[in-house]
Nanobody, 124 residues
Framework: QVQLVESGGGLVQAGGSLRLSCAASGLTFSSYVMGWFRQAPGKEREFVATISWSGSSAYYADSVKGRFTISRDNAENTVYLQMNNLKPEDTANYYC?????????????????WGQGTQVTVSS
């Protein structure tokens, strides 16, 4: 049974930082592209970042480029999202995902497995 478990969310002031983690189990982690998506209340789920199987390539939404960094540790079956200079518009539930897809895929439908999400709230 595949499980993706996110952690690290919380309440932070604008300009602050958070580091999200996603621990994966039940799959061959290094064979999957890993992604982060987010969903704010009343809005569609949107792409944030994705990383290739090896971790050598990453792709970001324009809204987070230069502020967020995705990384992975294949030995620990974990993917991370370092979020710096957070803004109130970053407030959302953040979801980890795994898919056998290209690392530039921004579509939810291309990902096979999802975590339960972790809430990030940025106050102004």
């Amino acid at each position: 049974q595949v499980q993706l478990v996110e952690s690290g969310g919380g309440l932070v002031q604008a300009g602050g930082s958070l580091r999200l983690s996603c621990a994966a189990s039940g799959l061959t982690f290094s064979s999957y592209v890993m992604g982060w998506f987010r969903q704010a209340p009343g809005k569609e789920r949107e792409f944030v970042a994705t990383i290739s199987w090896s971790g050598s390539s990453a792709y970001y939404a324009d809204s987070v480029k230069g502020r967020f960094t995705i990384s992975r540790d294949n030995a620990e079956n974990t993917v991370y999202l370092q979020m710096n200079n957070l803004k109130p518009e970053d407030t959302a539930n953040y979801y980890c995902s795994a898919g056998r897809t290209t690392f530039r895929s921004m579509l939810s439908k291309d990902y096979d497995y999802w975590g339960q999400g972790t809430q990030v709230t940025v106050s102004s």
